[in-house]
């Protein structure tokens, strides 16, 4: 069983930059991969992230080169660096272990907005 427990939402203008971190509540060394998802109103959940035990990451085209996403062992934390938002980025995100078949967080708000 894991608990994830997203924080570091909230409103920023276009251009700005946001972390947002989840804390794994649980056996964090054995999850083979952790990962970000959004899911706006009307549309489907879909992948921001992924992170491998091993640090292997895959993007999202629509957030490659702007986004980040680390695993710090240290504090059992996934983070997802976001800069140069982008009124599209406005979503609820997702903390998520093992795959969507796995654990979800209970999402964190992001608002670009002016």
């Known amino acids: 069983q894991v608990q994830l427990v997203e924080s570091g939402g909230g409103l920023v203008q276009p251009g700005g930059s946001l972390r947002l971190s989840c804390f794994a509540n649980?056996?964090?060394?054995?999850?083979?991969?952790m990962g970000w998802y959004r899911q706006g109103a009307g549309k489907h959940r879909e992948l921001v992230a992924t992170i491998t035990h091993g640090g292997g990451t895959e993007y999202a085209s629509s957030v490659e080169g702007r986004f980040t996403i680390s695993r710090e062992y240290s504090n059992n934390t996934v983070y997802l660096q976001m800069n140069s938002l982008k009124p599209e980025d406005t979503d609820v995100y997702y903390c998520?272990?093992?795959?969507?078949?796995?654990?979800w967080g209970q999402g964190t708000q992001v608002t670009v907005s002016s």
């Open positions: 998520n272990a093992y795959g969507p078949g796995g654990f």
């Open positions: 649980g056996a964090f060394f054995t999850i083979n991969v």
